[in-house]
């Protein structure tokens, strides 16, 4: 794997893993306010394959950067950050959209989460308190529907299968680094971490409007992405969980 970047030479407790596919837009500024609310930390942009400056704005920026040769999707970009965490010695791994969407000042709030609640996994839900996010109505059925029956599949409740803000501790880093899903890794990954025993909490977060681009999942495509969604978990529930 090539990184591009120096590291600190006190070696960081915490990385900030940023999957970023054609962000130039936004990718120097989510790395100058993640660096802004969490200084102790470091950044990691793994370019998936983009056509744009994204690249070279994260490593102008301070970032580690690996760009990927072709686009893997938010799976392969993650698994990725997730193989350099567990090389590299990280206690904790925190995932933050590339888009602006994710607040970095709660990054200490996932966390603090973390050690109040003894969690391996702490995901930011949109949808446990209301912090004036507003949902496509298609697009909130199709969430809705999707927690519902993860929910009982993992028989804990959960609001929010498909936030990509989340903080990792070590065990789940060296987890994902060798078993990690590629086609819709925020909900398939909740099934599979509390079938490999890992404790998952959720805490309330605040999602902030793109700074640019559009989301590829439109409100259109909302029910046919949680058929696909369902279909993907099912098939893993039959698969071994190493």
Do not use: W
């Amino acid at each position: 794997m090539k990184v591009v970047g120096k590291r600190v030479p006190l070696a960081m407790e915490i990385l900030v893993i940023i999957p970023a596919y054609n962000e130039a837009h936004s990718i120097g500024e989510v790395i100058s306010q993640v660096r802004s609310s969490a200084p102790e930390a470091d950044i990691i942009v793994v370019d998936d394959g983009s056509t744009d400056a994204t690249a070279t704005i994260a490593q102008a920026a301070g970032a580690f950067v690996v760009s990927l040769p072709n686009n893997l999707g938010i799976g392969g970009a993650m698994q990725t950050g997730y193989i350099f965490a567990a090389e590299t010695g990280y206690d904790i791994a925190v995932q933050v959209d590339g888009d602006g969407q994710h607040d970095p000042t709660e990054i200490c709030d996932l966390i603090n989460a973390m050690e109040e609640y003894q969690a391996d996994v702490v995901i930011g839900s949109r949808y446990i308190e209301d912090r004036g996010y507003i949902t496509p109505f298609l697009r909130g059925v199709g969430i809705f529907i999707l927690a519902y029956i993860v929910s009982l599949i993992i028989r804990q409740r959960v609001t929010d299968t498909t936030s990509g803000f989340r903080a990792v501790n070590r065990r789940v880093i060296e987890f994902c680094a060798r078993e990690y899903p590629h086609d819709y890794p925020e909900p398939e990954s909740v099934v599979l971490f509390r079938r490999a025993g890992f404790c998952v909490r959720e805490i309330p977060v605040t999602m902030n409007p793109r700074y640019g681009g559009q989301s590829s999942i439109t409100p259109m495509r909302s029910f046919y992405y949680m058929v696909k969604v369902l279909l993907a978990i099912f098939i893993g529930l039959l698969r071994r969980v190493p």
